[in-house]
């Protein structure tokens, strides 16, 4: 069909589900977070593995892995500066992001990274960070209740009142 | 029962566009059927959509379509009723996915004749407080990053791609960001050539420096842009192809895909697409062909580029240069004749402008890729037609999904290039 002068008609329109998502058996992971400022790995009974983020199951050796409090430092294995992004975090540019592996951890997990002078060469491969959370009433059992400050802005960052360093 | 040879036999490519305000997803894939069917017959064969005996769809995202299970829709358009159609949802290399399920249906003996459609209509979404359609089409794609650990982060396509190329930059010191914007010039200056293309454009080193900064060190000018399209293959065995008469089959001789650990901190190396490595062995070996030669024994390459230096690590992943050789690799070879993945280069890599030429319509893309390689094998790709088909072999690339962990390659050949060594 060849319409001449073809005018289109767009609708509005939003595709919204609430969820009450169950973290099944990583949800200790989240408890300890959201109530303790504790960071918890697991690690496999059979090959010794850590995971971070935590797995209940190793997934190289299909066993049961045991949870282990890791500790709050570790290094940059790569990080990027996002300046353009999604809808949902537009109004947040510019962030860090950056894998980072805890020390005593054989996995990097995905954070974010914060810093006071936000540039590559502050957040780049092999720097150290430190873990700072957001106050206990803030802390709401997500990923988002804390994230890693490079290790020499610790003490500046858990100075302001809404963070705090953990235990 | 060993497998059936299967050919290419039909494609259809509509253009690749910003918006089409004119046509649905289904229309679109309507179009693209169409077309194949039309490329089919046109030296005297006679079908109709009514002689193909199954479909298989590929379409990434439920959201940017607003329905899920959109393949169904298309089924009922496409007047396929009552016949089977299987939907491959695999990312960014949907297409890559979605021949090879299309393939397996004809090589396994389901079906004589199958349509390989991909069709993908994303900028529909729209975010009505910045007025604004592309952030609401990276949300919808967002969706695809671990909801738990990622997504929360601000994770994106671009931001997990750059991460593996920021890591690679860390192991071998390339890509550098003049190296990632030679892609962007041959990849826009490409797709001049290409009238379905969506970005042509001549481009500078300087021009992809001072274009927009999207993630570091990723620029809007390494980025493709979303894009709606649809593409189409028809897919036939090897009696099919006798019985129709078909002048130039083109033949699928090796199909293999990969998915590697969608955590990006679970690799071994941050620094590599894995998937790409396992995909492109094991499609080579298929084809009988050897990864360490494979610039040598193949004509073209059409990889998937969504981001500029995700193409230069690809051409060490695929095998065409060593590890840490890609970018000095493109660099290098810069308006030197014979030299490179340029156009007129030793190994052309998207001449038909890939990703960063024609845009992105996710589910059609690998489908679009595998398409205009077969093109260039029958010389018929147009004005940007390669200069040389000689070994009459040709690759299609597609990567996608968070952290670039599904890859598949598909290794093509015509009648001379089933017997070359």
Known sequence: MNEQNFQSHEIRDRIVIQYKYTMGGQSKFFLELMNNKKILGTKCKKCGKVWMPPRINCSECFADTDWVEMPHTGIIKVSTIVWYTTSAFIQSVPY???FIQLDKADTGMLQGIFSENLVPSKVKKGQRVKAV???????????????????DEYDSWIAKPQYEGGS | MSK???????????????????KTYFELAYDATNLALDDTNKNGAQITHKDLESTVYGIYNELFERQFMPDIFINSYLGMNNKPGTRIASGGATGGYTVRMAYSEVASGLS???????????????????GTTTPEVLNAIAYSADMTYEYPMGMM?????????????????????EQMAYVSIKNHGNAKLNPKAQSPMDVTVEDVMYSRIICYPFKMLDCCLYSEASAALILASEQKVKELGIEKPIWITGVAAANTDCF???????????????AAKAAYKMAGLDYNKIKEQIDVAELHDAFSGQEVISYEELGFVPFGEGGPWIEKSFEKPGEGPWIDGELPCCPSGGLIGCGHAVGATGIMSTGEAALQLRQEAGKHQVKTIEKG??????????????????????????NKP
């Open chain 2, 264 to 278: 990006i901190g679970n690799r071994e190396s941050v620094g590599r697409l894995y998937s790409n490595i396992y």
């Open chain 2, 393 to 418: 072999r040709a690759i299609a690339h597609s990567i996608g999904g968070p952290g670039a962990a599904y890859a598949a390659v598909i290794v093509i050949a015509n009648e001379e290039g089933l």
């Open chain 2, 4 to 22: 059936r040879r299967v050919a290419i036999i039909g494609v259809g490519i509509t253009p690749f566009r910003a918006r089409y305000l004119d």
């Open chain 2, 112 to 130: 004589d004749l199958c349509l390989c459609i991909g069709v993908e209509k994303c900028n529909d979404c729209y975010d009505e407080k910045t």
């Open chain 1, 133 to 151: 959370f957001k106050k206990k009433e803030d802390r709401e059992g997500k990923m988002t209740d804390f994230f890693f400050v490079p290790e």
């Open chain 1, 96 to 98: 860090g992001i950056a």
């Open chain 2, 157 to 177: 396509a671009a931001s997990s791609y750059v991460s593996m190329v920021n890591a690679h930059y860390e192991e071998f010191g390339n890509p550098t960001e």
